[in-house]
C-alpha cells in the first residue's frame, strides 16, 4: 500500500516538473497572464458584481444585436429560394450573371429576364422557373464547345520539346506554346481540368474531345482556353471548319496536314453559298448552311468536321410520293430521278444523306436520313394544330347558326 | 503619443511575432480562406476592422469597469462575448451593405469569432498593459500581419493548384509544408525590434 502511495506521489512530482518545463518553453508574451494577485478577495460583493455584469452585458448586447438586425434586415423574396432549388449550382455564368443566386434574384425580381438562362439544367428547371415567377419559358436550343482544331500529335508539328506544368496555361508563357501552328490546340487539358461536368476528355492523340451529351454550354472551356480554340456554338451547326488558322496556306500545310489552306474548293462546291473565306481561312455561316455535308468531301486537307453522327441514305416511299420532283429540285447532288407525277426513286450511290429532301418533301415520303424523326414530328405537330384551328372554326360557326 | 512606440508595436505585431508564422495562431481561417486571393484579400480587411474594434471595446471595458468592480478573472469570457456580439453584428450589416462580399466569405465571417487571434490580441493588450492608443495600433499590427499571411499563403496556393503535386500531399498537407517553410523564412525577423 505504502509503495503505491509513493509511487502516485513520484508521479506526481514528475508530472509537476514536466508541467513548470513547458512553461518555459512555450513563448510568455503575457496572454491572459500578468494581472496582480490581491491579498484578499471579497467574495460576496464579487459574487454579485459578476452576476449583474454579465447580466447587464448580455442585455446590451441583445438589443444592439436586434436593432441591427431590423435595421438592417434583408427582405428576401421566398421565390429566391425556389427559384435557387431548381438551378444546376455550376457556377459556370452561362446565364451571364456574377452567381446562382444573382440570378434568381433577377429572375425572380426583374420581369425582363429570362427564365430559360440557366443552360445547364435544362429545360426542366426553365418550365419550373417559368412556374414560378409566372413568366413563359422559352424554348432555347442547346449550345456545344466545339474545339475548332484537328491537329494531333500525328498531324501537326510542334517547334520545341516543352517540359514544364502540364497546363496550356502554362506552356502558352513559354512563347506561344510548343505547336508550330500559332492557332492550334496545345493539347494538355486545360479545358477538360475546368469543364464542371466532366464533359471534355483528352484523346490519345492529344485533342480534347466533347460529349454533347453532358456539354451544357456553359463556356467555362472557352474563358480559360488561353489559345481561344473552342467555340460555343448552337446544336443545329453541325458541320464545321474545325480550323482557326490564319496563316497562309502553304505555311499552314507546313506546319499542320489538316489544316485550312483557304483553297476556296468549298466556296466553290457548296449549293447554298455558306462557306466565306477570310483572312486564310474558310468560315461556314449558320444563315445558309444546311448542313448538307457536301464540302467535308470535297475538302483537299478534310479540315471540315461533320458533327452529325450518322448520316443514312434517305430512300422515297413509293406509295406516297407523288412525283411533284421537289426533291430533284434541291438535292445538292442530283440523286433522285423519276418522271413527272410518276413515283421518284434515289441513287443510293450518290445520295450524301444530307437530308434536305426529307425536310423539302410536301408529304414526307422521304426518310432514312438524320433528320427523319424531326421533319416527321414537326409534320405531325402541324397537322394536329391545323386540325384543331378546323375544329375550332366548325364549332363556331355552328354556334352562331343555333342562335 | 509616442510614435516610436507605436510604430515599434506595428512592426512587432506583423513582422516579428506575426500571429500565423510565429505563434501558430488563426491557422483555420488562415488555411481555409487562403485558397483564392479576392476572399483571401476580403477577409483580411473585414478581420482588421473586427480586430480594431474589438481591441478598443474589450479594453475600455475592461479599463472602467473590470478593474474598478474586481472580476478582471472573468476577462477571458467577456472579450469572445464581445468579439461574438461584433462579428453577429457585422455580419448582419455587410449583409445588406456588401452582399457580393457577405456571399464570397460565407461561412467564414461567422468562424471570425472562433479565431485564436481575436481573442489573443485583447488579452496580450491587457497583458501587457499598453493603454488605449497602444492597444489600437497592437491591433492594427496583428491585422495587417494576419493580411500579410493571407496573401502569401493565397498567392503561392493559386499557383500550387496547376503545379504536380504528389497523390497524397494534395490540398491541406502541402498548404501545411508550405506555411512550415515561411515560418521558417519569418524567423528572419526575430531580433528586428525587441520588444
Known amino acids: ?403 | 503619443m509616442d510614435f516610436g512606440k507605436l510604430f515599434e508595436l506595428i512592426v512587432s505585431s506583423a513582422l516579428v511575432n506575426n500571429y500565423v508564422f510565429t505563434m501558430f495562431l488563426g491557422l483555420c481561417i488562415f488555411f481555409g480562406v487562403s485558397k483564392r486571393m479576392e476572399t483571401a484579400i476580403g477577409m483580411s480587411v473585414t478581420f482588421t476592422a473586427v480586430m480594431m474594434v474589438s481591441a478598443a471595446m474589450s479594453w475600455m471595458v475592461f479599463k472602467f469597469i473590470m478593474v474598478p468592480l474586481n472580476i478582471e478573472y472573468l476577462m477571458i469570457i467577456v472579450f469572445i462575448g464581445i468579439v461574438a456580439g461584433l462579428v453577429q453584428a457585422s455580419d448582419t450589416v455587410m449583409r445588406k451593405v456588401a452582399p457580393d462580399l457577405y456571399n464570397k466569405l460565407g461561412i467564414y465571417l461567422a468562424l471570425i469569432s472562433t479565431n485564436c487571434i481575436i481573442l489573443a490580441v485583447p488579452l496580450s493588450n491587457v497583458g501587457n498593459k499598453y493603454n488605449f492608443i497602444e492597444s489600437l495600433a497592437f491591433a492594427f499590427g496583428s491585422g495587417t500581419g494576419f493580411a500579410l499571411a493571407l496573401i502569401i499563403m493565397a498567392s503561392i496556393r493559386e499557383k500550387l493548384e496547376l503545379a504536380d503535386v504528389p497523390g497524397p500531399f494534395k490540398g491541406l498537407p502541402m498548404a501545411f509544408v508550405i506555411t512550415g517553410l515561411i515560418a521558417l523564412a519569418f524567423t528572419g525577423f526575430s531580433g528586428l525590434i525587441t520588444l
Open chain 1, 1 to 403: 500500500m505504502l509503495d503505491v502511495y509513493t509511487m502516485i506521489a513520484e508521479l506526481a512530482g514528475t508530472l509537476r516538473q514536466i508541467a513548470e518545463a513547458v512553461t518555459y518553453i512555450v513563448p510568455q508574451v503575457g496572454v491572459g497572464g500578468e494581472i496582480e494577485a490581491k491579498p484578499f478577495i471579497d467574495l460576496g460583493p464579487l459574487m454579485k458584481w459578476s452576476l449583474i455584469f454579465l447580466f447587464g452585458m448580455s442585455t446590451v448586447f441583445g438589443f444592439v444585436l436586434a436593432f441591427a438586425a431590423k435595421k438592417f434586415a434583408v427582405k428576401v423574396d421566398p421565390r429566391v429560394e425556389q427559384v435557387l432549388g431548381t438551378l444546376a449550382h455550376a457556377h459556370c455564368g452561362a446565364c451571364g450573371y456574377a452567381g446562382c443566386e444573382q440570378y434568381a434574384v433577377a429572375v425572380v425580381g426583374d420581369p425582363n429576364v429570362s427564365p430559360s438562362l440557366c443552360t445547364p439544367a435544362g429545360e426542366k428547371a426553365a418550365a419550373k422557373i417559368a412556374a414560378i415567377t409566372g413568366k413563359k419559358a422559352e424554348v432555347v436550343e442547346p449550345q456545344y464547345a466545339r474545339i475548332m482544331c484537328q491537329g494531333d500529335c500525328n498531324l501537326a508539328k510542334t517547334r520545341y520539346k516543352y517540359e514544364g506544368v502540364a497546363d496550356c496555361r502554362a506552356a502558352v508563357i513559354a512563347g506561344g506554346g510548343d505547336k508550330a501552328c500559332a492557332f492550334g490546340c496545345l493539347g494538355y487539358g486545360t479545358c477538360a481540368h475546368v469543364c464542371p461536368f466532366g464533359a471534355i476528355a483528352m484523346s490519345a492523340t492529344g485533342l480534347p474531345v466533347v460529349d454533347e451529351g453532358k456539354c451544357t454550354g456553359c463556356r467555362k472551356c472557352k474563358a480559360a482556353c488561353p489559345k481561344k480554340v473552342i467555340e460555343v456554338l448552337p446544336s443545329s451547326r453541325r458541320v464545321l471548319v474545325t480550323c482557326h488558322s490564319k496563316d497562309k496556306g502553304p505555311d499552314t500545310k507546313k506546319n499542320c496536314q489538316i489544316g485550312c489552306i483557304a483553297c476556296g474548293i468549298c466556296v466553290k462546291v457548296c449549293p447554298f453559298e455558306a462557306p466565306k473565306v477570310d483572312k486564310n481561312l474558310s468560315v461556314i455561316h449558320i444563315e445558309k448552311c444546311k448542313v448538307c455535308g457536301l464540302c467535308v468531301s470535297k475538302c483537299p486537307t478534310k479540315a471540315i468536321s461533320d458533327f452529325v453522327p450518322s448520316r443514312g441514305k434517305a430512300a422515297i416511299d413509293p406509295a406516297k410520293c407523288i412525283g411533284c420532283s421537289i426533291c430533284a429540285k434541291v438535292c445538292p447532288v442530283d440523286a433522285p430521278h423519276g418522271e413527272a407525277k410518276k413515283p421518284h426513286s434515289i441513287n443510293a450511290a450518290s445520295c450524301i444523306g444530307c437530308g434536305i429532301c426529307t425536310a423539302k418533301c410536301p408529304v414526307q415520303a422521304i426518310s432514312g436520313t438524320f433528320n427523319t424523326r424531326e421533319v416527321f414530328a414537326a409534320a405531325e405537330l402541324k397537322k394536329a394544330k391545323a386540325a384543331e384551328k378546323a375544329a375550332e372554326k366548325a364549332s363556331g360557326a355552328a354556334v352562331p347558326s343555333s342562335n
